[in-house]
Structure formats: structure tokens, C-alpha cells
């Protein structure tokens, strides 16, 4: 195929040349050091004075020259501040010269300059470039570090969900995207240079193959690996060098420029902490392999005198005016105010980085948190103290591998702030209360042998000093192969034309898998091929040649893969045309707008905790159910599996997948899901707090927005303009404020991602901002208020007045008014309506002011009389100080 043709910084186009020959007279590394972290802080100069510092050194008219780039890379390193350890230089200098490079230096040594030197160096070539990361949120944070130093105009970025600048000479992506590049269109790839960083997950059970995929694929590429935890890799080396013909340097070994000092310790943590704070070794990360025991030992630590009165006094005049909106926040308050700390994958973005923010400016002495540090956080540690050396790994409980275990401790000591790093690992609580009571004893015979010595308990995995000290001193895992086939990798090889089945069989035969793997894999892609062949996607011609007979979407194996079948089942929902009809149009169904909704969360990945506490409730719910009903304990046990959480549209949309997969069975690699967590929310009239509480998700607040953020991208981007009613709009636009009150971040990032030109200044250390008025967006605060009133009316309607009370007791409506008021509806009528008439908005009458509306919520009676209601007045500055409509009650009767 033919490659895009854009304009490179040396004025000749983007295109793979050859590699230039290794340059003898490039020097050998220096005695060159770095100093200090890479941050652009410390240049006093703007993003872009920066970026046209580094661009301009391209020599636009003379041919490429491996010195003379290396020379203009080191004087832009040296004008931000930034002198290069010897192993960057090394490193640098391979990649000028052409050769592939495998860096495998400790965490601290620089291998994000090393990644820049590489897109330096490929711009200067007018070759483009591809940086890739394991996880989106480290791509979206290499795409704008990268646009500051080379200019938006020459950053791109695609994700999946996300795709800015896409044409650029640098992109950022994850694995799985250059993968499918990859596959899609072999060596005519339009990629010259790839730099992939944490390399590690090469090893990967589930992902380990868009690692593998590019090196097998994508012959006249330069190869940069980088990960601070490789392990042996002369193997891979060799491996490189044989397919894409190129040296291929390996730098590694290289000593940390701050060195660890390990050490275990059977004191308790609090002790432990409290003599690492007395001895300086602060800012501490206490690493736990579980959410619940990082904030339990949060808490625990309250205890200890982490901070002076004068440095709480400094933490709370930066924390100023944020806002601590959820109930995990409001315990985050009180425990940053006492100079701790919490950070893990669960919670919300704005309080990971007011943590991370807070550390930075050398606020916080203590952080308790997961291993998530393992895949970065940029933050200050000087020590990272391992409560335990074995975690959960979905299956069973098991030891840390070496690769682990190096990837956290990596994380101690930083270039710039410390002179050294600290690993400790407290021993097993069984032991360390041992030797409390053999301490305890002293030196006494007697007392020695009386001591009853604590067990392990049951179940545990045995682990000690012995384990710690293997650890530190072994090396990382040599990586192993997890290669893999699937529908989408069948059909990207047979799309891009040529001879698909000497494409599979090298891609099959010449992979870093074992020959009997190979087989299987052999064997799986026949399977596959075959079911192409009878779903009729794939035909071949009487002289063998391979084609696809549909057009496969573009990106149709990446994020939100199912979305052409979301769009699809769309068409089932939509109401007919009149003109098409006999002059009767189909009505829409009343559940339209939510319907569409329960069709995209179906495609969209599970959020595990949601989905386990709505079971959990359904099944509780139906035990007491089948109780009341006589239902014997084996009966209720058997019916209670098919208990799950709720599935709304399940038969529907089964019927419609089995039907979409005939005819495009790469689906197959893909699984529905169909759930109900917009939906829920929205049914229920909740807030995101009310919500969390709800179901207990208060350690997975993060995961819970993440989901409801990833729905309302989808409901933008998915659902046509056309089968967007005016409910949906309205719901649509709910989400999205609902999300952004609650964080904003993760919808500021997406849209900034648009126009990446106009994000802030990355380099500025301020904490997340607070998201604009909720009144800001009247559509949206208007179905915020109908939310409102109508939770109380499904509250009214299963005569639950102590949770009334506790909503408007201090606007004076407490539960012993609700129940009155209510006793008085339910002498006239004997129910009251909950369903889609109900909350419609014919049912709400808004008079809106200037600082405060007054509304009228009318009842739904079964008479159809609507002559009773809640009336409330709604406080505009309350509301938005609160980020969710303030209702007050001030009456429940009839109008």
C-alpha cells in the first residue's frame, strides 16, 4: 500500500528509508551525568519555546548525520538543565546509528529521555514514530509530555475511545493498536521507528501477544525496548537482529544512580514508621496488595504524629477550596489533613492526583496504597516499606515473582530528591509477634520456654526473611511467550490482500512459541478460517487467492469493538419512518432512550464490583422472598444460581448477537455483557453518592465514574443523531454532567484531547480543578432536579419515611411529616405510580428564577386525578457549591 505523505521537519516526507549504517566515528558513551528528574520545570521556558528548541535543531536541508544529531540531542538535554548518565549516552548513541536497542536499566535512570532521543532522531530522518504504553492513562500522559516538547502539530495519539492528530509523525498509543497496525498491514505498516515502553508485559497471560506481534510482523522497523525488570535478554536480541537485519544493542546492568538499602524488620508497621520518620527516611509508600488494607492502614496510622501542627497547617492551606464531594473523599480529607495519604486504582482521578500532587510538594510523609506504584506514579519516594510478599493473583494466593517484586521496590529512591532509597519488608504478623514475646522474655530460659508461639493462619503461603532475601537477589524472570490467535488477527492478515496464508503460517511458525504451542495455534487458525469460509466473510478463488467479501470497519478490533453491532441493534429499537409505512408509524417504546443505553452497556467492559454487589442484593432479596413463600433450603440454594445482577434486553440482545455473529464472526473473540448500571442509576432517581452508598462501592468509587464516563463517550460518539430523541438528549446530557461534578477530569482530558493545542501547561503543579456551576448546563440540572423529586416519590411510594427524613429533615420535613402527609394520599388512593409516566417531565412544573426555582412534583395516582404532589423550592448557590441539586421540601399535599 502506498504511505501517507506528510511533511517532516527536514522538509522530505515521511517514508522508511534505509537504516544508516552504523557510524564509527559516534562516540562512546561519556563520563556524562544525569542530574535530576526530567521535568520541564526547571527551564523556566514556556511548552512551546521548548518545543521549537528541539525542532529547530533539525537541520532541514543536509543529509542525516548520526553525530550531528547526537551533538544537537545533548546541547537540547544540557539547555533544560539535564546532563545524560553514561547509559543514556549509550543508549542514544545505538539508536542514531540505526540499531535496534534493548534498555534495561533500573527505575531512575532515565528511559523516558532515552524514548525522546529515539523520536528526536526519527523526525531528523523524516521517519515516523510510534511510542507505546500498557495502559491508557500513560499514553495520554506521554502524548501531552510529548507535545510540549515537540509541538502539537507533531503528536498524535490513538487509544480506541481517543484519536488526536492520528497523521503525526509521533504517535502515542497502546500495544493493542500498533498490533493491529501491525497485522493489518505487514511491513507496508506506515511505522519506522517504535519505541515500547514496559516492555515487561511482553509476559503478559492475556496481552503478552500485542507485545510479541510487532516484532514478528513489521521487519524494517527500529526496535527500542525498554523496562526496568527484562531479565535475560540476549535471546531476544539475537531474535531482533535476525528479522529486522539491524544490530541490536543491549543496555543493561547499568547501577542505580541512587542505591537501594534493603532491609526486614519484625517490628510492628507503626513502630516501623514512626523510626523512619525519626531517622529521615520519609516520604514512605506502605505497599498493600489489597484497596481495603491500604485504607485500613491509613486509618491505623492516625495514631502516629505523622505531621507537625505547622505542617498540617501548610497541607491545608494547599488543599484550599477542593472539594471532597463523595464519602471516600470526606475519610481522604481527614487523613491528607493529618499528613497520610492513600492512592489506588479504585479511587477517583482528582483524589489519586491531589495525593500525588500533595507528595510532590513534600506534603505528605506517609502514602498507603497498592502496588499500583508498580506501573508508575510520579511522585517523591524515598522509601517503600512491602507489608506483605505474596498478593492474590485472581486465581490463588502465591509469592511475588522477582519481576515483581523488583518493579515496586524500583519505585525507592529518586534522581534528584534522595541520595539513596530504602526497601523494607515487614515480616509475617505471626512473627513479628514471636519476637515481641521472645523480646519480651529476654534472656530468661524459663520465660523463653513458656512462650506459646503464634501460628500462621490457616491458608497462609509461607513467606519470610529467606523469601525476601532470594528476591533481592534475583533477577527478573526471563520473559516468556503468550502468543495468541483470534478471529481479528485471521481477518486483519486475509484484509491486507497479498498471500494471507504464508502471512499466518510465518506469523504461526515463526513466533517465540514452543513447536507444540505453535501446533495449537497452527490448529486454532484453521478452526477459524473455517468458520470464515461457512459464514461466507472469507472466499477463495480457483487459484487459491484469499479475500475478505465485506468491508471491515476501521480500528474494528480495538476499543469498543462491538459498537457496529451496538449500531445494528439500534435499528431494531428505532421507530419506523412514517413515509415509509402505511401511514402508521410504530411507536416508540416508553423505554426508548434507556433501551439504547442497555444496548451500549452491553458492549462495554464489566465494572466487576457493580455488577458482584447488585447480585449480591438480587440474591438476598430473593432468598427472603422464597422464605416468605416456604421454598426448602436445597430448592432456594438451586434457584438462587440463576439469580444474577440485571440484565435488561438480555433475550433480545442474545437473539441479535448469535445472528450478527453469523455474518461477521470475529465478534466471537468478544463477549455481550448485558448489565445495568446507567440504567440503574437513572431508574432509581440516585446521585453518584447516593449510588456508592447504595451498593457499599466506596473503595471503587474511581472504577464506578470510569464506567459511567466510558458510557456517556460511548452514547456521544455511538448512538446516531438520528435515534437521538429529546429523552435521550436529556439523558445523555445527565450523564455527562453527573460525571463531570463528580470529576471532571476524565472528561476535561477527553475533550482537551481534541484540541491538544489549547491544554494547560502540563508543567504547572496545580491540584484538579472544580468543575464549572452545575446550573451551567440547565438541560442537564433539569433532569437533576425531576432525579430529585422523583426519588422521593419512589421513596413515598414504599412508605419508606425514614429515609425521607433523613433526605429533608433539615428542611424541616422529617419522617414524621412525610408519613402524615402520605397516611392522607393513601386514604384517597391506594397506590402510588412509579413507572415511566410517573418521572416523565409532564409530571414536573418548574418556575425558574433567578437565584431559586420553585417546582411541583405531581404524584401519578391510579385515577389519574394528579391532584397531589411534593412542592420544593431549589437553591441555585446551594446547588452549585454542592455540585447536585439542593432540594427543599416545603409541602406534600394536594394542589
Same mark, same amino acid.
Given at each position: 500500500?502506498?504511505?501517507?505523505?506528510?511533511?517532516?521537519?527536514?522538509?522530505?516526507?515521511?517514508?522508511?528509508?534505509?537504516?544508516?549504517?552504523?557510524?564509527?566515528?559516534?562516540?562512546?558513551?561519556?563520563?556524562?551525568?544525569?542530574?535530576?528528574?526530567?521535568?520541564?520545570?526547571?527551564?523556566?521556558?514556556?511548552?512551546?519555546?521548548?518545543?521549537?528548541?528541539?525542532?529547530?535543531?533539525?537541520?532541514?536541508?543536509?543529509?542525516?548525520?548520526?553525530?550531528?544529531?547526537?551533538?544537537?540531542?545533548?546541547?537540547?538535554?544540557?539547555?533544560?538543565?539535564?546532563?545524560?548518565?553514561?547509559?543514556?549516552?549509550?543508549?542514544?548513541?545505538?539508536?542514531?546509528?540505526?540499531?535496534?536497542?534493548?534498555?534495561?536499566?533500573?527505575?531512575?535512570?532515565?528511559?523516558?529521555?532515552?524514548?525522546?532521543?529515539?523520536?528526536?532522531?526519527?523526525?531528523?530522518?523524516?521517519?515516523?514514530?510510534?511510542?507505546?504504553?500498557?495502559?491508557?492513562?500513560?499514553?495520554?500522559?506521554?502524548?501531552?509530555?510529548?507535545?510540549?516538547?515537540?509541538?502539537?502539530?507533531?503528536?498524535?495519539?490513538?487509544?480506541?475511545?481517543?484519536?488526536?492528530?492520528?497523521?503525526?509523525?509521533?504517535?502515542?498509543?497502546?500495544?493493542?493498536?500498533?498490533?493491529?497496525?501491525?497485522?493489518?498491514?505487514?511491513?507496508?505498516?506506515?511505522?519506522?521507528?517504535?519505541?515500547?515502553?514496559?516492555?515487561?508485559?511482553?509476559?503478559?497471560?492475556?496481552?503478552?501477544?500485542?507485545?510479541?506481534?510487532?516484532?514478528?510482523?513489521?521487519?524494517?522497523?527500529?526496535?527500542?525496548?525498554?523496562?526496568?525488570?527484562?531479565?535475560?535478554?540476549?535471546?531476544?536480541?539475537?531474535?531482533?537482529?535476525?528479522?529486522?537485519?539491524?544490530?541490536?544493542?543491549?543496555?543493561?546492568?547499568?547501577?542505580?544512580?541512587?542505591?537501594?538499602?534493603?532491609?526486614?524488620?519484625?517490628?510492628?508497621?507503626?513502630?516501623?514508621?514512626?523510626?523512619?520518620?525519626?531517622?529521615?527516611?520519609?516520604?514512605?509508600?506502605?505497599?498493600?496488595?489489597?484497596?481495603?488494607?491500604?485504607?485500613?492502614?491509613?486509618?491505623?496510622?492516625?495514631?502516629?504524629?505523622?505531621?507537625?501542627?505547622?505542617?498540617?497547617?501548610?497541607?491545608?492551606?494547599?488543599?484550599?477550596?477542593?472539594?471532597?464531594?463523595?464519602?471516600?473523599?470526606?475519610?481522604?480529607?481527614?487523613?491528607?489533613?493529618?499528613?497520610?495519604?492513600?492512592?489506588?486504582?479504585?479511587?477517583?482521578?482528582?483524589?489519586?492526583?491531589?495525593?500525588?500532587?500533595?507528595?510532590?510538594?513534600?506534603?505528605?510523609?506517609?502514602?498507603?496504597?497498592?502496588?499500583?506504584?508498580?506501573?508508575?506514579?510520579?511522585?517523591?519516594?524515598?522509601?517503600?516499606?512491602?507489608?506483605?510478599?505474596?498478593?492474590?493473583?485472581?486465581?490463588?494466593?502465591?509469592?511475588?515473582?522477582?519481576?515483581?517484586?523488583?518493579?515496586?521496590?524500583?519505585?525507592?529512591?529518586?534522581?534528584?530528591?534522595?541520595?539513596?532509597?530504602?526497601?523494607?519488608?515487614?515480616?509475617?504478623?505471626?512473627?513479628?509477634?514471636?519476637?515481641?514475646?521472645?523480646?519480651?522474655?529476654?534472656?530468661?530460659?524459663?520465660?523463653?520456654?513458656?512462650?506459646?508461639?503464634?501460628?500462621?493462619?490457616?491458608?497462609?503461603?509461607?513467606?519470610?526473611?529467606?523469601?525476601?532475601?532470594?528476591?533481592?537477589?534475583?533477577?527478573?524472570?526471563?520473559?516468556?511467550?503468550?502468543?495468541?490467535?483470534?478471529?481479528?488477527?485471521?481477518?486483519?492478515?486475509?484484509?491486507?490482500?497479498?498471500?494471507?496464508?504464508?502471512?499466518?503460517?510465518?506469523?504461526?511458525?515463526?513466533?517465540?512459541?514452543?513447536?507444540?504451542?505453535?501446533?495449537?495455534?497452527?490448529?486454532?487458525?484453521?478452526?477459524?478460517?473455517?468458520?470464515?469460509?461457512?459464514?461466507?466473510?472469507?472466499?477463495?478463488?480457483?487459484?487459491?487467492?484469499?479475500?475478505?467479501?465485506?468491508?471491515?470497519?476501521?480500528?474494528?478490533?480495538?476499543?469498543?469493538?462491538?459498537?457496529?453491532?451496538?449500531?445494528?441493534?439500534?435499528?431494531?429499537?428505532?421507530?419506523?419512518?412514517?413515509?415509509?409505512?402505511?401511514?402508521?408509524?410504530?411507536?416508540?417504546?416508553?423505554?426508548?432512550?434507556?433501551?439504547?443505553?442497555?444496548?451500549?452497556?452491553?458492549?462495554?467492559?464489566?465494572?466487576?464490583?457493580?455488577?458482584?454487589?447488585?447480585?449480591?442484593?438480587?440474591?438476598?432479596?430473593?432468598?427472603?422472598?422464597?422464605?416468605?413463600?416456604?421454598?426448602?433450603?436445597?430448592?432456594?440454594?438451586?434457584?438462587?444460581?440463576?439469580?444474577?445482577?440485571?440484565?435488561?434486553?438480555?433475550?433480545?440482545?442474545?437473539?441479535?448477537?448469535?445472528?450478527?455473529?453469523?455474518?461477521?464472526?470475529?465478534?466471537?473473540?468478544?463477549?455481550?455483557?448485558?448489565?445495568?448500571?446507567?440504567?440503574?442509576?437513572?431508574?432509581?432517581?440516585?446521585?453518584?453518592?447516593?449510588?456508592?452508598?447504595?451498593?457499599?462501592?466506596?473503595?471503587?468509587?474511581?472504577?464506578?465514574?470510569?464506567?459511567?464516563?466510558?458510557?456517556?463517550?460511548?452514547?456521544?460518539?455511538?448512538?446516531?443523531?438520528?435515534?437521538?430523541?429529546?429523552?435521550?438528549?436529556?439523558?445523555?446530557?445527565?450523564?455527562? @454532567? !453527573?460525571? +463531570?461534578? *463528580?470529576?471532571?477530569?476524565? =472528561?476535561?482530558?477527553? &475533550? $482537551? /484531547?481534541?484540541?491538544?493545542? #489549547? %491544554?494547560?501547561?502540563?508543567?504547572?503543579?496545580?491540584?484538579?480543578?472544580?468543575?464549572?456551576?452545575?446550573?451551567?448546563?440547565?438541560?442537564?440540572?433539569?433532569?437533576?432536579?425531576?432525579? @430529585? !423529586?422523583? +426519588?422521593? *416519590?419512589?421513596?413515598?411510594? =414504599?412508605?419508606?419515611? &425514614? $429515609? /425521607?427524613?433523613?433526605?429533608? #429533615? %433539615?428542611?424541616?420535613?422529617?419522617?414524621?411529616?412525610?408519613?402524615?402527609?402520605?397516611?392522607?394520599?393513601?386514604?384517597?388512593?391506594?397506590?402510588?405510580?412509579?413507572?415511566?409516566?410517573?418521572?416523565?417531565?409532564?409530571?414536573?412544573?418548574?418556575?425558574?428564577?433567578?437565584?431559586?426555582?420553585?417546582?411541583?412534583?405531581?404524584?401519578?395516582?391510579?385515577?389519574?386525578?394528579?391532584?397531589?404532589?411534593?412542592?420544593?423550592?431549589?437553591?441555585?448557590?446551594?446547588?452549585?457549591?454542592?455540585?447536585?441539586?439542593?432540594?427543599?421540601?416545603?409541602?406534600?399535599?394536594?394542589?
Amino acid at each position: 500500500m502506498s504511505r501517507p505523505a506528510a511533511s517532516s521537519p527536514s522538509g522530505r516526507p515521511w517514508s522508511t528509508s534505509n537504516p544508516p549504517s552504523r557510524t564509527p566515528s559516534c562516540r562512546s558513551a561519556s563520563t556524562l551525568q544525569g542530574s535530576g528528574p526530567t521535568s520541564s520545570t526547571s527551564t523556566g521556558r514556556s511548552p512551546q519555546t521548548m518545543a521549537d528548541l528541539l525542532l529547530d535543531r533539525i537541520d532541514r536541508t543536509a543529509a542525516y548525520d548520526p553525530d550531528s544529531v547526537f551533538d544537537q540531542f545533548v546541547e537540547w538535554a544540557g539547555g533544560r538543565g539535564l546532563s545524560l548518565y553514561p547509559a543514556q549516552e549509550e543508549a542514544i548513541i545505538e539508536i542514531v546509528s540505526g540499531a535496534n536497542l534493548i534498555l534495561s536499566t533500573p527505575t531512575g535512570t532515565g528511559k523516558s529521555l532515552v524514548a525522546i532521543g529515539a523520536h528526536f532522531a526519527a523526525l531528523a530522518q523524516g521517519k515516523r514514530t510510534y511510542y507505546t504504553a500498557p495502559i491508557k492513562a500513560l499514553v495520554s500522559e506521554k502524548f501531552f509530555a510529548l507535545v510540549e516538547i515537540f509541538g502539537a502539530e507533531n503528536v498524535g495519539m490513538v487509544t480506541g475511545d481517543s484519536s488526536v492528530n492520528a497523521d503525526a509523525p509521533i504517535i502515542c498509543c497502546t500495544a493493542e493498536i500498533l498490533a493491529n497496525l501491525a497485522l493489518r498491514h505487514g511491513e507496508d505498516a506506515p511505522v519506522d521507528q517504535v519505541v515500547m515502553d514496559e516492555f515487561h508485559f511482553y509476559s503478559d497471560p492475556e496481552r503478552g501477544w500485542a507485545w510479541q506481534v510487532p516484532l514478528l510482523t513489521l521487519p524494517r522497523v527500529q526496535f527500542i525496548l525498554m523496562s526496568a525488570t527484562l531479565g535475560d535478554v540476549d535471546w531476544l536480541a539475537k531474535d531482533l537482529t535476525k528479522r529486522n537485519s539491524r544490530e541490536t544493542a543491549v543496555v543493561t546492568g547499568v547501577d542505580r544512580p541512587v542505591p537501594l538499602h534493603y532491609s526486614y524488620v519484625t517490628t510492628p508497621v507503626h513502630e516501623t514508621v514512626e523510626d523512619l520518620l525519626g531517622t529521615a527516611q520519609a516520604p514512605i509508600y506502605i505497599v498493600h496488595f489489597s484497596q481495603l488494607a491500604a485504607l485500613e492502614r491509613a486509618q491505623a496510622l492516625t495514631s502516629v504524629k505523622i505531621a507537625s501542627r505547622e505542617q498540617r497547617d501548610e497541607i491545608a492551606e494547599a488543599i484550599g477550596d477542593f472539594r471532597f464531594t463523595t464519602n471516600f473523599g470526606r475519610t481522604l480529607s481527614r487523613l491528607i489533613r493529618s499528613g497520610i495519604g492513600v492512592h489506588h486504582a479504585g479511587m477517583l482521578p482528582k483524589y489519586r492526583r491531589l495525593v500525588e500532587q500533595l507528595a510532590q510538594q513534600g506534603l505528605l510523609k506517609v502514602i498507603c496504597g497498592t502496588d499500583t506504584l508498580g506501573v508508575g506514579i510520579n511522585v517523591p519516594i524515598r522509601t517503600v516499606l512491602l507489608t506483605a510478599l505474596t498478593k492474590f493473583d485472581g486465581t490463588k494466593m502465591r509469592q511475588l515473582s522477582a519481576r515483581e517484586f523488583h518493579q515496586i521496590a524500583g519505585r525507592a529512591g529518586r534522581a534528584g530528591y534522595d541520595t539513596a532509597g530504602t526497601v523494607i519488608v515487614q515480616a509475617p504478623e505471626h512473627e513479628t509477634e514471636n519476637a515481641r514475646l521472645l523480646s519480651k522474655a529476654g534472656d530468661d530460659p524459663k520465660k523463653i520456654k513458656k512462650i506459646v508461639r503464634k501460628r500462621a493462619p490457616d491458608g497462609f503461603v509461607s513467606w519470610g526473611e529467606a523469601s525476601f532475601q532470594r528476591l533481592v537477589a534475583a533477577q527478573p524472570e526471563t520473559l516468556t511467550s503468550s502468543m495468541q490467535i483470534s478471529h481479528a488477527m485471521v481477518l486483519n492478515v486475509i484484509g491486507r490482500g497479498g498471500k494471507p496464508f504464508d502471512e499466518l503460517r510465518a506469523l504461526i511458525e515463526n513466533n517465540h512459541e514452543p513447536r507444540p504451542r505453535q501446533r495449537e495455534l497452527a490448529r486454532q487458525a484453521l478452526a477459524i478460517y473455517r468458520t470464515l469460509r461457512t459464514a461466507e466473510i472469507v472466499q477463495q478463488s480457483p487459484d487459491g487467492a484469499i479475500t475478505l467479501t465485506v468491508d471491515l470497519q476501521q480500528n474494528f478490533a480495538l476499543n469498543q469493538p462491538l459498537s457496529p453491532f451496538a449500531l445494528a441493534v439500534f435499528d431494531l429499537l428505532q421507530p419506523a419512518d412514517p413515509s415509509t409505512s402505511s401511514g402508521t408509524a410504530v411507536q416508540t417504546s416508553p423505554t426508548y432512550a434507556l433501551d439504547l443505553i442497555s444496548v451500549l452497556e452491553a458492549t462495554l467492559d464489566d465494572p466487576r464490583p457493580v455488577l458482584s454487589a447488585q447480585q449480591h442484593m438480587a440474591r438476598g432479596e430473593a432468598i427472603a422472598a422464597m422464605k416468605s413463600e416456604g421454598i426448602e433450603y436445597e430448592q432456594r440454594m438451586e434457584l438462587l444460581e440463576e439469580i444474577t445482577w440485571p440484565k435488561p434486553l438480555d433475550e433480545l440482545l442474545d437473539a441479535a448477537f448469535q445472528t450478527y455473529r453469523a455474518s461477521q464472526p470475529w465478534v466471537g473473540d468478544f463477549e455481550l455483557s448485558p448489565k445495568s448500571v446507567v440504567r440503574d442509576l437513572y431508574e432509581r432517581a440516585m446521585t453518584f453518592n447516593d449510588f456508592i452508598g447504595f451498593y457499599k462501592l466506596n473503595r471503587s468509587e474511581g472504577l464506578v465514574l470510569r464506567y459511567l464516563s466510558d458510557a456517556y463517550k460511548a452514547a456521544r460518539q455511538t448512538i446516531p443523531d438520528e435515534a437521538k430523541t429529546e429523552e435521550l438528549l436529556d439523558l445523555i446530557e445527565w450523564l455527562g @454532567e !453527573l460525571v +463531570r461534578q *463528580v470529576d471532571s477530569s476524565l =472528561l476535561d482530558e477527553w &475533550e $482537551q /484531547l481534541i484540541n491538544p493545542a #489549547a %491544554a494547560p501547561d502540563v508543567a504547572a503543579p496545580v491540584l484538579p480543578p472544580t468543575p464549572h456551576h452545575v446550573t451551567s448546563n440547565i438541560r442537564a440540572f433539569r433532569i437533576l432536579v425531576r432525579n @430529585e !423529586l422523583f +426519588r422521593r *416519590v419512589q421513596l413515598a411510594a =414504599l412508605e419508606d419515611y &425514614e $429515609q /425521607l427524613g433523613e433526605l429533608d #429533615a %433539615a428542611a424541616g420535613f422529617d419522617a414524621d411529616a412525610w408519613g402524615d402527609a402520605m397516611d392522607a394520599y393513601f386514604e384517597a388512593h391506594n397506590n402510588l405510580g412509579t413507572g415511566g409516566d410517573a418521572r416523565s417531565s409532564a409530571m414536573l412544573i418548574v418556575e425558574e428564577g433567578a437565584q431559586q426555582w420553585t417546582v411541583r412534583q405531581i404524584f401519578d395516582d391510579p385515577a389519574g386525578d394528579h391532584d397531589w404532589g411534593i412542592s420544593a423550592t431549589i437553591d441555585l448557590a446551594e446547588s452549585n457549591e454542592a455540585g447536585v441539586a439542593v432540594v427543599r421540601v416545603t409541602g406534600v399535599g394536594m394542589l
